[in-house]
């Protein structure tokens, strides 16, 4: 079989296209490449979607924290406590097995329990809160000088935060967002490695690198290449937030704009 006919085959199979039976023996690399590959569709979706949901509950969240009334302080400080103090591979699990719980009452939780919503869900909630403080500690850096500005100006509301505050605060937050970004698309390894079933073989990348390091006894030829799909997909990441970084301090001298600074998570 031809690497290009290995590629018709496998590169759409991790959602639902092309052949439905893995390869069995005889592993050559441009299988490991394709399957691995199609695989990051899933990684690609769950981080996507996951940080553009959780971008707007970020901001809601640090608002929420910020705020003087209780009654939107302290569940804003319980969610992000919540889901940034405990491990997210436990999260998958107890989120799995109450979505489970819940299905058997009301079925119409049925579409929770697999992984492209139920898991969905948990990144969601995971990178929310991780941003929603990194958006927090943003906030309550935006120099006062730019709020009395602003008052002096007649500037109050709604129209103070779209002009004044948000602009700030995201000028401020996107280099360690950036960083939050780049773990997300990392963390979706878990998916499938936790409690969510793979249905018909159709796992992440990790999920078919560990199938061919299973297969092959070798795991210094499928992992190296999920490093790679990793790599790859980081440098876009940071290329797509830097342009977005440079447009958030156009305003700025040279000298004063903030830098992309890269800083890896030990452990979540």
């Known amino acids: 079989m031809s690497c290009w006919v290995?590629?018709?085959d496998y590169a759409l199979r991790s959602i639902g296209f092309g052949e439905r039976l893995l390869p069995k023996d005889d592993f050559t690399l441009c299988q490991q490449f394709t399957l691995i590959g199609s695989g990051m569709f899933w990684n690609i979706y769950f981080g996507a979607l996951a940080l553009m949901a959780g971008f707007f509950f970020a901001v809601a969240l640090a608002m929420g924290k910020n705020a003087k009334a209780a009654v939107f302080r302290k569940p804003s400080e319980w969610f992000i406590f919540i889901f940034r103090g405990s491990p997210l591979f436990i999260q998958f699990f107890f989120a799995y097995f109450l979505f489970l719980s819940l299905k058997q009452?009301?079925?119409i939780f049925s579409p929770?329990?697999?992984a492209w919503l139920g898991a969905l869900v948990v990144l969601f909630c995971n990178t929310a809160a991780y941003s929603g403080e990194i958006f927090y500690g943003a906030l309550l850096s935006i120099p006062k000088g730019d709020i009395?500005?602003?008052?002096a100006y007649g500037m109050f509301g709604w129209k103070r935060f779209t002009k004044i505050v948000f602009p700030t605060m995201m000028r401020l937050a996107w280099p360690a967002y950036t960083n939050?970004?780049?773990f997300l698309f990392h963390a979706t390894t878990l998916v499938f490695f936790?409690?969510?079933p793979v249905f018909g073989q159709r796992g992440d990348a990790l999920y078919y690198a560990r199938y061919f390091a299973d297969k092959t006894f070798n795991p210094f030829v499928p992992y190296p290449i999920l490093a790679g799909y990793f790599i790859i997909l980081t440098l876009i990441v940071i290329g797509l937030f830097g342009l977005a970084n440079k447009r958030l301090n156009r305003h700025l001298p040279q000298e004063r704009r903030s830098k992309m600074r890269l800083r890896?998570?030990?452990i979540r």
Do not use: V
Request: no cysteine.
């Open 105 to 107: 009452t009301f079925p």
């Open 180 to 182: 939050e970004a780049i």
């Open 194 to 196: 936790s409690s969510f």
């Open 148 to 151: 009395e500005a602003a008052d």
């Open 6 to 8: 290995t590629i018709q």
């Open 112 to 114: 929770f329990t697999s």
């Open 264 to 266: 890896m998570n030990i």
